[in-house]
């Protein structure tokens, strides 16, 4: 659940910290990925291959904390 607070009637301010907000847990590209009906094996493909996009964003990040790139 996301709450956020509305200082000083501004709500242009609280509506960008909520854009942000909802943009950080990923609620935007999962409203898009609902908007269509997806097959089972799109469904697996597409976890597949963000899975394999995690491991490589991974193993970059352990790459570089060791100093090999």
Same mark, same amino acid.
């Given at each position: 659940?996301?709450?956020?607070?509305?200082?000083?009637?501004?709500?242009?301010?609280?509506?960008?910290?909520?854009?942000? *907000?909802?943009? =950080?847990?990923?609620?935007?590209?999962?409203?898009?990925? !609902? #908007?269509?009906?997806? @097959?089972?094996?799109? *469904?697996?493909? =597409?976890?597949?291959?963000?899975?394999?996009?995690?491991? !490589? #964003?991974?193993?970059? @990040?352990?790459?570089?904390?060791?100093?090999?790139?």
């Amino acid at each position: 659940m996301v709450n956020i607070v509305v200082r000083d009637n501004n709500v242009e301010q609280a509506l960008r910290a909520l854009k942000k *907000k909802m943009q =950080r847990e990923g609620t935007f590209r999962e409203m898009k990925r !609902r #908007k269509f009906y997806e @097959k089972p094996s799109e *469904k697996r493909a =597409r976890q597949k291959a963000e899975a394999v996009r995690r491991a !490589r #964003k991974l193993a970059r @990040k352990k790459a570089q904390r060791e100093g090999l790139l």
